[in-house]
């Protein structure tokens, strides 16, 4: 018997709970019309994704509870149609017996639950709760979750269903034990953020979990952006041997239907693979918009150098929400070059937003004319460079509270790694666009930009900015290479140390050189301070400097070369 199954990749926002109702809704409609027999949501629909410390609030477990009812009165109409749905759940019978007790922080969990309800015909026909709860990288599950190891499966055409969550299908047991009460084919909704090369190590997992059981399966993730994290989509379907059958476009929210015949997956559409760099310009796009939509912000303020790394920032903003919601505001200085000024307003006319220019020279003038006295007999030296950007900061700030659009910053990883930035300066700001992005990869992905064809603009990027060498333009003939070694060789030094964990001599064994090692990395380490002040930016690397960097600030420790 065939059975048509819909896969819900849809956009969800955390506590708006009536609008994930709504959105869960219509991607039922739209499969009941289409003849689906079941939809499958991804991981925390209901609440969105994730709720971090509203998970500590038992009125958000009762908002939860409230709305996973009101979805089932809506979903009564689609006769037939079996939906499962992922959700936070309070259960008392699981623990102390009061569903209305605090949250105790810092005691593990025993009765909230990382949970997925099948609805039929208006009712909760059951309850799967996840088992295998994540606490590397940005996840923290344990510190809001209990673990439940019991399988759920239900049948619908004569096959057996088995649910999992998630990280379920990163280790064995959950599959198995869904395999052992019955299941014929596992469903597993997800919340996977996305980072570089993610869809190829979900592919190895999950086909190591088919080699285990046998089974097929039908993957489901969220798409989005919650503050840094962004989620793909990508949402595919393997048979039992693993083969790819069906998947969804990556960075798009969409409803799709599989066919299954007797459990077995029919071939269906699969969306072609992107580059990389494609992936990450999409991560960047829907991260602003998101974060910007979401927040209710009305649209993006931009300091605009003439460089690469704002011209990146500003091709973002304006494919994720059209020029006419971007603002680009030049600021420039005795040290700007003419080349610099003509580039940057080059730019704006070709991507179309407002441009305005505000000198900051006589600002300069005036403090350094207030701090005279104080600065007698002092050389000048990175005081003065910083102050102009902290005017800069200053004046892009001031229009942001007038006209109230977020100023979006635009530091790359590279800089933010080595202290490259000024706090209260290029640092202030709302979003950091860029936060996750090595300059090498920044230059890659302009060229990206500047190439491709699913945009109505191609080329909107001089060419001038691409070539020229980068600088800050604080000083009198000013690059950056004056004080950081080349970004190829600071990129990689950062990656291995501070993504890949390696040790000094893994680096230096390489073909590093010692003193750029530990130049990098001393550097990397004194600049915690900073980092912890910046704000929030979008995550496109398995780390991020962000949620799963933590390192202290003040530390004595200083890891030998040898």
């Known amino acids: ?73 809506q979903l009564k109409p689609f006769s037939g149609l079996h939906v499962i749905v992922g959700h936070p759940s309070r259960d008392a019978a699981h623990g102390h017996g009061n569903a209305n007790a605090p949250i105790e922080r810092g005691v593990p969990p025993v009765d909230t639950f990382n949970a997925a309800s099948l609805i039929v015909d208006g009712e909760v026909k059951g309850t799967y709760r996840k088992q295998d709860l994540p606490n590397t990288e940005v996840f923290d599950e344990k510190r809001y979750f209990a673990s439940d190891p019991q399988p759920f499966v239900f049948e619908l055409d004569g096959v057996k269903y088995g649910v999992v969550i998630c990280e379920d299908a990163w280790h064995a047991s959950a599959a198995q034990m869904a395999k052992a009460a019955g299941a014929q084919v596992l469903l597993i909704p997800n919340g996977s953020p996305y980072h570089l090369n993610k869809e190829a190590v979900r592919f190895d997992i999950l086909r190591a979990r088919i080699r285990e059981t046998g089974l097929p399966m039908v993957y489901v993730n969220m798409v989005g952006a919650q503050d840094e994290l962004v989620f793909d989509g990508g949402s595919f379907v393997l048979d039992a041997q693993g083969e790819l059958i069906a998947k969804m476009a990556q960075f798009e929210e969409a409803t799709a239907i599989v066919e299954f015949d007797n459990g077995v997956p029919v071939p269906g559409a699969i969306a072609p693979e992107q580059s990389l760099e494609a992936q990450v310009y999409a991560a960047l796009v829907m991260g602003v918009r998101d974060y910007i939509n979401k927040n209710g912000f009305p649209g993006a303020l931009i300091g605009l150098s003439g460089g690469v790394d704002s011209a990146l920032v500003l091709a973002v903003a304006c494919d994720a929400l059209g020029a006419d919601r971007v603002r680009a505001v030049m600021m420039p200085s005795r040290y700007t070059a003419d080349i610099s000024t003509t580039d940057a307003a080059e730019m704006a006319r070709r991507v179309g937003v407002r441009y305005d220019e505000i000198a900051i020279a006589p600002m300069f003038d005036a403090f350094r004319g207030s701090l005279a006295e104080e600065f007698a007999g002092r050389a000048e030296d990175a ?45 202030a700001g709302g979003f950091a666009v860029i936060k996750d992005i090595a300059k090498t990869l920044v230059y890659r992905l302009c060229h990206y930009r500047n190439q491709a064809t699913t945009f109505d603009k191609r080329d909107v990027i001089p060419e001038r900015i691409l070539t020229r060498a980068p600088s800050a333009e604080l000083r009198e003939n000013q690059t950056d290479q004056d004080s950081l070694p080349e970004y190829e060789v600071l990129d990689a030094i950062m990656r291995m140390y501070m993504e890949e964990d390696r040790s000094l001599a893994e680096i230096i064994a390489a073909g590093y050189a010692v003193d750029d090692v530990k130049r990098v990395t001393r550097l990397i380490k004194i600049n915690e301070y900073k980092r912890r002040q910046a704000p929030i930016g979008i995550r496109v690397t398995h780390r991020a400097f962000g949620r799963d960097w933590r390192y202290p600030i003040t530390s004595r420790y200083t890891e030998p070369v040898e």
Request: with cysteine.
């Open 383 to 427: 005081t003065e460079e910083n102050i102009q950007a902290r005017i800069r900061g200053t004046l892009l700030m001031a229009l942001s509270n007038k006209f109230g659009s977020i100023v979006l910053t635009t530091g790359n990883k590279s800089e933010m790694a080595v202290g490259y930035c000024t706090l209260y300066g290029d640092m």
């Open 1 to 73: 018997m065939k059975t048509r199954i819909a896969l819900a990749q849809i956009n969800v926002t955390v506590g708006d709970f009536a609008g994930n109702v709504a959105k869960i809704v219509a991607a039922a409609r739209a499969a009941h019309n289409d003849g689906a027999k079941l939809l499958i949501a991804p991981e925390l629909a209901l609440s969105g994704y994730p709720p971090e410390d509203l998970l500590l609030r038992p009125a958000f477990y009762t908002a939860s509870a409230a709305a996973l009812a009101d979805l089932a009165v």
